[in-house]
């Protein structure tokens, strides 16, 4: 069976389902761009400049839309007017969906598997077929993907037999896993990458700012005034003179007649 590729609409609603940072995303466009013909399609693969600009051409598409994270009617994926490749067109929500979770798998190498309980994902999906056609197409688009289902104790599930109605393991296959992977990890390499980046910035903080003392960066204090005015130096002597401690002016007043 062909094994499906992937266009810029599939990185680009990548982006917006898992809610990757914006200033991440041209990372992640170099990781696929640099698998190459296993995972991307041919036409983008001439010049990375162009791949950028196809992904981002769709990520407005998807915005505009109101595809913007996971809680988002997955069929504004596709628009009205696409056509399935790998299921029957009643079934495109569950092609986009697994189109998806491929493509994390992809990006998280210590990922191994994502638990799916397709029998009840169809009144997520929005997908009205007859069960029989739509067990049909788990089958296809787990092939077409390059997947491999498991049952909760590891073994392999034949998807030919029917969904059973609980939580299956769903990894990418061997051999896809290593031919796009290889022994490196995507999403280490980009965190030590960012690490790097924020201490390169912390080192040349301190080359910029380190040689500066506190005080320097310390407001201006206002001092205090030194002694008193001759005003109130004479105003203070009258008053001690003129009304003893401990005896109220009025009261003293009163006393003397």
């Not at 400049?49 to 994270?69: Q, S």
């Not at 029957?88 to 799916?116: A, S």
């Not at 204090?221 to 005015?229: I, L, S």
Request: hydrophobic letters at 35%; charged letters at 30%; aromatic letters at 10%.
């Amino acid at each position: 069976m062909h094994k499906y590729v992937y266009n810029a609409r599939d990185i680009a609603a990548y982006f917006k389902w898992f809610s990757v940072p914006s200033h991440l995303e041209v990372s992640y466009m170099q990781f696929f761009f640099s698998i190459g013909a296993p995972v991307i399609a041919a036409p983008l693969l001439k010049d990375f400049e162009e791949f950028k600009k196809a992904v981002y051409r769709e990520l407005y598409y998807l915005w505009a839309n109101g595809f913007e994270d996971e809680r988002s009617d997955i069929s504004a994926m596709s628009g009205p007017d696409a056509m399935a490749l790998i299921c029957d067109e009643e079934c495109i929500n569950l092609e986009n969906y697994m189109k998806l979770v491929t493509l994390h798998l992809m990006c998280t190498k210590n990922l191994p598997y994502v638990n799916v309980n397709f029998a009840g994902l169809t009144l997520r999906l929005g997908i009205r077929c007859d069960f029989g056609v739509y067990e049909d197409n788990v089958r296809k688009v787990v092939e077409g993907l390059d997947l491999v289902s498991r049952d909760k104790f590891g073994k392999v599930f034949d998807l030919s037999l029917g969904v059973p109605d609980e939580l299956l393991r769903i990894s990418l296959s061997d051999d896809f896993r290593k031919q796009i992977m290889g022994s490196r990890d995507f999403r280490k390499a980009l965190r030590e990458e960012q690490e790097e980046k924020m201490r390169a910035l912390k080192e040349e903080s301190l080359k910029e700012f380190g040689s500066m003392r506190p005080e320097d960066n310390m407001p201006e204090r206002k001092k205090a005034r030194k002694g008193r005015t001759a005003g109130e130096k004479a105003n203070r002597s009258t008053t001690s003179r003129s009304q003893p401690k401990g005896t109220p002016l009025e009261e003293r007043r009163h006393k003397e007649g």
